[in-house]
């Protein structure tokens, strides 16, 4: 599956007949989703959104409210035409400081990654884990990686209090949502590169247009 068209979306999002995302995460609702509802949720939201940030804005949302989290990062991973990775995030007040945004951004995660469930042993969890010991060491954190087309292509990180710990149940939760997010991720890739691809587009027409107007070249360059 090279993309994913709305037909697609909306034929495995029938497959899980249950009310729409709005009625059930209301604004303050902590209790957990079971996995069939979380999956739903997560692919409603990549069927709705035609902006790849505003999916994985409400990845993240739908993400922590899910799990009674304190905060929730959804990473998608940077690809060869954009090398850093878009971030989005929900967030108790002040939970999630820039300095840990901003060093994500730029986190290395093999394109083969094959361990979902981010363990002690591998040395993505070890490179996360020093980074979060010291930025916040108040925090307990759930990590996972998601693979589409044999590709790894996102990151969710969900944080909260040192003082309690992640149940197994949140564990399995978390893993038996991991092609929904796959897919969600994947679709908010392609929203990006084709809103990118739009703009480079509309630059080269424009460039066109004036050059066969006899604007200079380098003029024109310098107001890109």
């Known amino acids: 599956m090279n993309q994913l068209d709305q037909g697609s979306l909306k034929l495995m999002s029938r497959s899980i007949s249950h009310p729409s995302i709005e009625q059930r995460l209301p604004k303050m609702m902590q209790q957990a989703l079971g996995s069939d509802q979380l999956a739903n949720a997560i692919l409603q939201i990549a069927l709705n959104n035609l902006d790849g940030s505003k999916i994985l804005s409400d990845l993240a949302t739908t993400i922590s409210r899910s799990f009674a989290a304190g905060g929730c990062i959804v990473l998608s991973r940077g690809t060869d035409s954009f090398q850093v990775n878009e971030i989005a995030y929900w967030q108790e007040t002040g939970l999630l400081i820039e300095k840990v945004i901003e060093q994500l951004s730029h986190l ?52 909260k209090s040192e003082s309690s710990s992640w149940t197994h149940d949140q564990h399995k939760l978390l893993t038996q949502n991991l092609n929904p997010l796959a ?30 107007q006899g604007y200079r070249l380098e003029l024109l360059l310098q107001n890109c």
């Open 108 to 159: 290395s995660i093999p394109q083969n990654h094959t361990q979902s469930l981010l363990e002690p042993t591998s040395p993505l969890f070890k490179t996360i884990n020093c980074l979060i010991q010291k930025i916040l060491p108040t925090q307990t954190w759930l990590g996972i990686t998601t693979q589409f087309q044999e590709r790894t292509n996102g990151l969710i990180l969900l944080f």
């Open 183 to 212: 897919i969600a991720i994947s679709q908010a890739q392609l929203q990006q590169q084709s809103r990118t691809k739009s703009r480079y587009q509309t630059l080269l027409q424009n460039l066109s247009r004036e050059i066969s």
